[in-house]
């Protein structure tokens, strides 16, 4: 199964690895004020990472999951009509592939060539994902993107002599702020043509508060297992015990006035992060640090959010019940 590493793109224009930049974001996250600290969302997705998301995925309380199925299984053939043929059909951080298989096998029933392009994080899990894939389409190429979204969209770049697809789903638009996200997509939008389209899934606001918290908390564990791999990989990319894992807490919080869930880190006992280098940082006990956000779109934000990115909604999936959508979009320059 190709892998392409496209992290070349990066280096080459920045000169920056993509782990220098996590590095640096941990480094400038922590020297912030008293519970103001951030860290990269970035962390949480290293190969082990990637398997707990995708145990929480198979979770019940993680609600997301099931309903993008819901969508998919319904209208995957409707949304591959609109995939032409020879289409070249591009993933953003497509994690594990059920769902993106739906799409696929919607595709290759309609016997059409079209190269899809899994664009991830880690080689080792793309490879593993893609390989669970291998043998079963004859139309549907397979290959993987090792990078970061900004490399593929600068890798889109070159194929403008066929149609092209975007798929975003899992809501991670949502882990960017309202604006940041509006600024992707819109940057998407300037590399694609008009007849290409982006489809992304989005989470809505339409969930009880309680069920949303269940969702960033499950009753197995999976989703603080998740979130306290994340604090440990910060000493695999130092390599060094830079940070005490055991003095943190995960600690979501549903912000109902701005419709996100909000994830931090409760610092239990104070402690000082020691990075080869720099000053010791203190955290003080009862001290939050965030590293991840997932913002739910009611129909209103969507709107905003499309006309945010210059883009047109052609056509919107939803659950019966409204609360969760798949969007197809398109550009007019
Ligand atoms: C919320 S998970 C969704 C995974 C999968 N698409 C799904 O729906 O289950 C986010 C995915 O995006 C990837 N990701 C996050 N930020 C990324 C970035 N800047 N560049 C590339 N991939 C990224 C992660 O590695 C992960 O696979």
Redesign the pocket.
Same mark, same amino acid.
């Not at 664009?119 to 880690?122: E, P, S």
């Not at 990078?147 to 593929?152: I, L, Q």
């Not at 975003?168 to 991670?172: A, I, M, P, T």
């Given at each position: 199964m190709p892998i392409i590493d496209i992290r070349s793109i990066y280096h080459s224009t920045t000169g920056a690895a993509l782990e220098d930049g996590i590095r640096a974001s941990i480094v400038t996250g922590l020297t912030h004020s008293y519970n103001e600290k951030v860290l990269p +969302? @970035?962390l @949480? *997705?290293n190969e082990e %990472?990637?398997r707990l998301? !995708?145990q929480m995925?198979y979770q019940p309380d993680y609600y997301l999951?099931g309903l !993008?199925i819901d969508i998919l299984s319904k209208y995957a053939t409707e949304i591959a009509n609109d995939i032409p043929e020879g289409a070249l059909l591009l !993933?953003? =951080? #497509? %994690? #594990?592939l059920?769902?993106?298989a739906l799409l696929l096998d919607a595709i290759e029933a309609q016997k059409k060539k079209v190269t899809y392009f899994a664009?991830? @994080? $880690?080689k080792p899990e793309l490879v593993r994902t893609l390989n669970e894939l291998r043998g079963r389409y004859t139309h549907v190429g397979l290959a993987g993107l090792w +990078?970061? *979204?900004? $490399? =593929?969209c600068i890798w889109l770049k070159q194929f403008n002599d066929c149609p092209r697809v975007i798929l975003? @789903? %899992?809501?991670?638009v949502g882990?960017m702020t309202r604006k940041e996200a509006g600024q992707f997509i819109r940057g998407f939008g300037e590399v694609l043509s008009p007849q290409d389209r982006f489809i992304i899934?989005i989470d809505t606001r339409s969930h009880s508060p309680e069920t949303v918290r269940t969702a960033y908390n499950d009753r197995a564990g999976i989703t603080r297992r998740f979130a306290m791999n994340a604090l440990s990989s910060i000493n695999d990319l130092f390599n060094a015990k830079v940070i005490d894992v055991s003095c943190f807490a995960y600690s979501p919080y549903y912000n109902e006035v701005n419709g996100r869930n909000e994830a931090y880190f409760r610092c239990l006992k104070q402690t000082q992060v020691c990075i080869s280098s720099e000053e010791p940082i203190l955290i003080h006990e009862g001290e939050y640090i965030r590293f991840a956000y997932s913002h739910k779109y009611d129909r209103i934000e969507r709107q905003l959010l499309w006309s945010s990115a210059n883009a047109r909604a052609e056509r919107e999936w939803t659950t019966e019940k409204e609360n969760y959508t798949v969007t197809m979009l398109s550009w007019t320059w």
């Open positions: +969302g @970035l @949480l *997705y %990472g990637l998301f !995708e995925t999951t !993008e !993933e953003l =951080g #497509a %994690g #594990a059920r769902k993106t664009l991830d @994080l $880690d +990078g970061t *979204y900004d $490399d =593929g975003w @789903l %899992g809501s991670s882990n899934a």
